[in-house]
């Protein structure tokens, strides 16, 4: 949720920042409520004062012997013009906070305009690969080498689901524990988190009330329902909702495993394809709770993360800083991992690293008490797919290929796998 302070203080800037990402936005009626709350809590203070002055009397006039009705009944009328406008700054308050809860985040200064199209790649690592036979693309490789079973994913679950089958169960399983080793190495907590989650979850993070419809409903959707994670970010930015943190115990840094399961799986567009996107996929997420100072700092840090499992498994990819529109409602800026797919001819994201600074922290209430000034301030939530298998394994399938329709297993996956070194 943004400050509303700063709306207040400078409402073209807030504007014009999320034009960039295509949210046309008029804070006329917004900033005239909000002086109309204003009036009416100051005018309920006064009335709250003269209550407390009357009923200070009652006492003193009993004392005396004076008649107290009228100023009893004086301070009733003054208790019913305070429920009156309570009752209208709630309603009001509820109206604001639902015009905040719909906007997105501010991009950040630096960010391009636009989507897509004004992405901008920062660098690659290593080359395409050549080959000097005809590659197989990913699905008949997993069909040959019986790794993923596509027609009985289907028949089970519909479209956009699939089986991993024998050394194919055991490739996605491998990659799994190589990113939470590496994670583990660096210093952050591994967690297992819950798979249905609350309302206040999807709103803490600000994936609600907009995107509402992209996630599995256990039942009828309500803000007392549950829905299946659609990342585990999601659950991991609302650990500490409600809570104030110590300055000394920040960084906090998860990592976190879970399937994901999304709505929105379904194009049959020909990159889309096989495994590339499907209605649940696992993922392992990186998570951090910081410091205003500590937040660049700390992008930084989980960019270099996942560009790091990817190197180690040897893949060309390519690092991307998104555009304002192409990052996410959440985010103030985002860079995305893309890995090359030989087969489609293109880059697929594995990896979108993000800032929301104190954006989610707004929404959930998740605070930390400066130790310098004493005050509570809130906490900056960043996160990074470290990483998503279900283009990770296309991936490597297509570019480790060999001209006899095996593939090679990267060598860090290997120990994974009991010493096996090409899926035959």
Not at 20 to 49: H, N, P, S
Not at 356 to 378: F, G, S, V
Not at 397 to 414: F, H, K
Request: hydrophobic content about 35%.
């Amino acid at each position: 949720m943004l400050d509303i302070n700063l709306i207040r203080q400078n409402p073209k800037y807030v504007a014009d920042s999320l034009a960039k990402k295509g949210c046309i936005v008029d804070f006329a009626e917004f900033l005239e409520q909000d002086v109309k709350k204003r009036e009416m809590l100051a005018e309920v203070e006064k009335l709250k004062a003269q209550r407390n002055s009357n009923s200070a009397l009652v006492p003193t006039y009993k004392k005396e012997g004076k008649d107290v009705s009228e100023l009893i009944a004086k301070t009733k009328q003054i208790g019913e013009e305070i429920a009156v406008l309570d009752k209208n700054i709630e309603d009001l308050d509820k109206q604001m906070t639902t015009f905040l809860l719909g906007l997105p985040n501010i991009p950040d200064d630096d960010l391009l305009p636009g989507e897509k199209e004004n992405n901008k790649v920062i660098h690659t690592f290593g080359e395409q690969p050549k080959f000097d036979f005809k590659p197989k693309s990913h699905i008949e490789l997993c069909e040959s080498l019986g790794l993923i079973d596509y027609e009985r994913g289907a028949k089970l679950a519909g479209n956009g689901s699939w089986i991993y089958r024998g050394l194919g169960a055991r490739l996605e399983w491998a990659l799994l524990n190589f990113f939470i080793d590496e994670h583990l190495n660096d210093g952050y907590e591994f967690v297992l988190l819950p798979h249905m989650l609350n309302y206040e979850c999807g709103l803490g993070a600000g994936q609600f009330p907009k995107f509402e419809d992209e996630v599995y409903w256990i039942d009828n959707k309500s803000e007392t329902s549950k829905f299946l994670l659609p990342t585990a970010e999601t659950a991991l930015v609302n650990m500490y909702r409600n809570e104030v943190l110590k300055e000394s115990d920040l960084p906090k840094k998860f990592a976190g495993y879970t399937p994901c399961y999304r709505r929105e799986a379904g194009s049959y567009r020909a990159e889309e394809r096989g495994m590339i996107r499907g209605h649940q996929f696992n993922k392992v997420e990186m998570v951090q709770y910081t410091t205003p100072k500590d937040s660049d700092k700390a992008f930084e840090e989980l960019v270099g993360k996942a560009e790091k499992i990817v190197q180690k498994l040897g893949l060309h990819y390519r690092l991307s800083k998104l555009a304002a529109g192409d990052c996410s409602a959440s985010m103030c800026r985002t860079y995305d991992i893309e890995v090359w797919i030989p087969s489609m001819g293109i880059y697929k994201e594995v990896s979108s690293a993000s800032n929301a600074r104190d954006y989610q922290a707004r929404r959930n209430n998740t605070r930390y008490r400066n130790e310098e000034t004493k005050k509570l301030e809130y906490v900056h939530t960043l996160n990074a797919s470290g990483l998503a298998t279900s283009r990770l394994f296309p991936a490597i399938l297509e570019q480790y290929q060999n001209a006899d329709g095996s593939v090679t297993i990267p060598e860090v996956l290997r120990k994974y796998m009991g010493g096996l070194e090409v899926i035959k």
